[in-house]
C-alpha cells in the first residue's frame, strides 16, 4: 500500500459497530438512548449535590466531578458516531479524529485517578474518622481533582502530538466507532515502537498506580472494619464503600475483558463490539448504582424532583 505523511491526511473513516445496513436504526436509536439515559443520570447527580447542603462533603464533591466525567466521555465518543449513522457517512476529519482521540485519553485517565481519590477518600473516613475534617480539607479536595486532570490533559496531549510525527498508509480505515490510539497507531507505515512502548508506560503508570492506589486503600479499609467490635459499626463502614467498590468494579472489570477479547480474538469488529462495555455502559450505569446503593443520594434525588415537579404549581400560585 502507498504511503502518505500525515500532512497529506484529511480525513479517517471510522467502519463502526456493523456493515449491515439494517442494523443501522437499532444502533442508532439504542446509542441515542444511551447517551441520553448518561447525560440526565449524570446531571441529575450533580443537580442533586449541588443543592442539597448535606451533601457538600468530599465523597460527593468527587462524585459530581466524576459525573461531569463520565458525561464529557460520553459527549466526545456518542455524538460523532450518531452524526456519521444519520448521514450514512463514515468519515471524520484527521483533526477532528485526534482531538476526539486526546479527549478521551484525558478523560479515561482523569477518571481512573478520580476513583483512586475516592478510593483514599473513604480510607481516611474509614480509618482516620477522627482526623477526616482536617485531612480531606476543601482545598485538598480542589488541589487532588486539579493535579488529576492537569496530569491527565498532558499526558494525552503527548501522545497526540506523538501520532503527528506518523506516516500513514492510504487505506486510514479504523475498524471502531471512535478515534482509538491503538487503532490509529496500527494505520501508520511508519516505526511506531516507541509509540507503542510508550503507550504501555503510560498505561502502568496511569492507570495501574490508581489502581494499586484503590487496591491499597480498600486492603486498610478491610483490615480496619474488621477490628470493629460492633457489626452494626461493620454494616454501616462497608456501606459507605458499596457503591465506589461497585463502579471501581464496572470500570476495571469492563476495561479488562475488553483487553482480554481483543488478546483471544482476531476479529477487530469483535473487540469493537465488546468495547462498548468499558467507553460507553459504565457512564451510563454510575449514576444508577449511586442511586440505588446511597441513601443520602436516593433522598436528595427525590428532593430535587419534588422540587421541580412543583415548580409549576408554585408560578400558578405566585
Known sequence: MEAINQ?????????????????QPLIFSLFLAVYLVTILGNLLIILAVSCDSHLHTPMYFFLSNLSFTDICISTTIIPKMLTNIKTQSQTITYRGCLTQVGFVLALAFLENFLLAVMAYDRYAAICHPLR????????????????????????????????????????????????????????????T????????????????????????????????????????????????????????????????????????????????????????????????????????????????ISRATSLPCGFIHS
Do not use: W
Not at 279 to 288: A, G, I, K
Open 193 to 304: 515502537l516507541l509509540d507503542t512502548v510508550l503507550i504501555y508506560i503510560s498505561a502502568c503508570i496511569f492507570a495501574g498506580l490508581p489502581l494499586c492506589g484503590i487496591i491499597f486503600s480498600y486492603f486498610h479499609i478491610v483490615c480496619s472494619v474488621l477490628r470493629m467490635p460492633s457489626p452494626g459499626g461493620k454494616h454501616k463502614a462497608f456501606s459507605t464503600c458499596g457503591s465506589h467498590v461497585s463502579v471501581v468494579s464496572l470500570f476495571y472489570g469492563t476495561a479488562f475483558g475488553v483487553y482480554i477479547s481483543a488478546a483471544i480474538t482476531d476479529s477487530p469488529r469483535k473487540t469493537t463490539v465488546a468495547s462498548v462495555m468499558y467507553s460507553v455502559v459504565p457512564q451510563m450505569l454510575n449514576p444508577f448504582i449511586y442511586s440505588l446503593r446511597n441513601r443520602d443520594m436516593k433522598g436528595a434525588l427525590r428532593e430535587l
Open 7 to 23: 500532512t497529506a491526511v484529511s480525513e479517517f473513516l471510522l467502519l463502526g459497530l456493523t456493515d449491515d445496513p439494517d442494523l
Open 132 to 191: 477526616y475534617t482536617a485531612i480531606m480539607t476543601p482545598r485538598l479536595c480542589v488541589l487532588l481533582v486539579a493535579f488529576s486532570l492537569l496530569v491527565s490533559m498532558l499526558d494525552a496531549l503527548f501522545h497526540s502530538l506523538m501520532v503527528l510525527r506518523l506516516s500513514f498508509y492510504t487505506v486510514l480505515e479504523i475498524p471502531h466507532f471512535f478515534c482509538e490510539l491503538a487503532q490509529i497507531i496500527k494505520l501508520a507505515c511508519s516505526d
